[in-house]
T-cell receptor, first 117, second 116 residues
Framework: EAQVTQNPRYLITVTGKKLTVTCSQN?????MSWYRQDPGLGLRQIYY???????DKGDVPEGYKVSRKEKRNFPLILESPSPNQTSLYFC????????????????FGPGTRLTVL | AQTVTQSQPEMSVQEAETVTLSCTYD???????LFWYKQPPSRQMILVIR??????QNATENRFSVNFQKAAKSFSLKISDSQLGDAAMYFC?????????????FGSGTQLTVLP
């Protein structure tokens, strides 16, 4: 089954304790990205990656890091989480070529609910 | 930068009736894509319908249709014969068609309640 998976689905942590949220897709997509969802703000892009070893900042990158060592994986790293990073996080992937099937849409993971105390 | 505005934080509709969710956007580009996503209580983001800006014909997917007004930069979603399973948060989203851009810009969402 074609899908984007995220782990963990729920996480409660404390300020300053480093954490990683994993994201993996099995559709051989070049493009992957991370969004955070906050009430009244919709989803905002944190980071994205056009392909292996190619990453760039989105609209709200402060406090986050990413890496893209393999095509299928795109982990989100919070080196020193703070309470304002409490949010719902989504990973998404897409083919990079618009003409292929699904090239004009993004496929979302199930979301990770993060609480930073 | 593009912006997407959903001015109705909450809406309700009676089961079997029709409801329209509004969305406006701001862009200087001429070629782009617009999407409506549904987010049920499970939090999964589900693509409902998409519209290519170069197409004049409004997109339709079963009970879901859009009214795309390019000059007015308006992209409303009409849900016909509303069902209880339609209750969800609905997000309007914009994506540039320029180059390899893939970023989605979302509106703030409209929470739809379906009344039995």
């Amino acid at each position: 089954e074609a899908q984007v998976t995220q782990n963990p689905r729920y996480l409660i942590t404390v300020t300053g304790k480093k954490l990683t949220v994993t994201c993996s897709q099995n559709m051989n997509h070049e493009y992957m990205s991370w969004y955070r969802q906050d009430p009244g703000l919709g989803l905002r892009q944190i980071y994205y990656s056009m392909n292996v070893e190619v990453t760039d900042k989105g609209d709200v990158p402060e406090g986050y890091k990413v890496s893209r060592k393999e095509k299928r994986n795109f982990p989100l790293i919070l080196e020193s989480p703070s309470p304002n990073q409490t949010s719902l996080y989504f990973c998404a992937s897409s083919p990079s070529i618009a003409g292929v099937v699904g090239g004009n849409e993004q496929f979302f993971g199930p979301g990770t609910r993060l609480t930073v105390l | 930068a593009q912006t997407v505005t959903q001015s109705q934080p909450e809406m309700s509709v009676q089961e079997a009736e029709t409801v329209t969710l509004s969305c406006t956007y701001d862009t200087s580009e001429s070629d782009y894509y617009l999407f409506w996503y549904k987010q049920p209580p499970s939090r999964q983001m589900i693509l409902v319908i998409r519209q290519e800006a170069y197409k004049q014909q409004n997109a339709t997917e079963n009970r879901f249709s859009v009214n795309f007004q390019k000059a007015a930069k308006s992209f409303s979603l009409k849900i016909s014969d509303s069902q209880l399973g339609d209750a969800a948060m609905y997000f309007c989203a914009y994506r540039s068609a320029k180059g390899s851009a893939r970023q989605l810009t979302f509106g703030s969402g409209t929470q739809l309640t379906v009344l039995p």
